[in-house]
């Protein structure tokens, strides 16, 4: 089911980024965002109370660090809208993807943020360089 999960979040990522950005080429960059943090934000409120085990306390109860994925959402956001704007919706979310494998490569190598440690091997390494490589690739116009 993880593997499922992971191929639905990455598909709705893609057609997600595409369509935050071409709702930005209309309404504005930080407009846009608002309408889709704003949507996420009350869908996320209709899961809580439909879904949801009702401890908004337990909340203020995790560590304080936690709580900064709200701000990470809007950089998130705008940054996918700003990279899929200026290059091609493959080569921005190629890239995109790059670099979440290689932060999290070092979120499991060094253990960060409670993550149990992974070591990073040289077949990681060559991994990523042909993932860069690929993106190269796209990126060249023969």
């Known amino acids: 089911m993880g593997i499922l999960f992971s ?16 709702l930005s080429e209309k309404a504005g960059l930080y407009e846009a965002n608002a309408w889709v943090q704003g949507t ?4 996320s409120l209709l899961a809580v109370w439909l879904l949801g085990k009702g401890s908004f306390r337990e909340l203020f109860q995790a560590p304080k660090w936690t709580l900064l994925g709200g701000v990470l959402g809007i950089i ?8 899929i704007g200026r290059l091609s919706p493959t080569v921005a979310i190629s890239t995109i993807l790059i670099a979440q494998l290689f932060v999290a490569a070092l979120i499991d190598a060094f253990g960060w943020m409670g993550s149990e440690k992974v070591p990073f091997c040289w077949n990681q390494y060559v991994a990523l360089a042909l993932m860069i490589g690929g993106v190269v690739l796209f990126k060249l116009k023969l």
């Open 40 to 43: 996420a934000f009350a869908l």
């Open 76 to 83: 998130i956001t705008i940054t996918v809208m700003l990279g």
């Open 7 to 22: 191929i639905l979040a990455g598909a709705a990522m893609s057609v997600q980024g595409v369509l935050n950005t071409r």
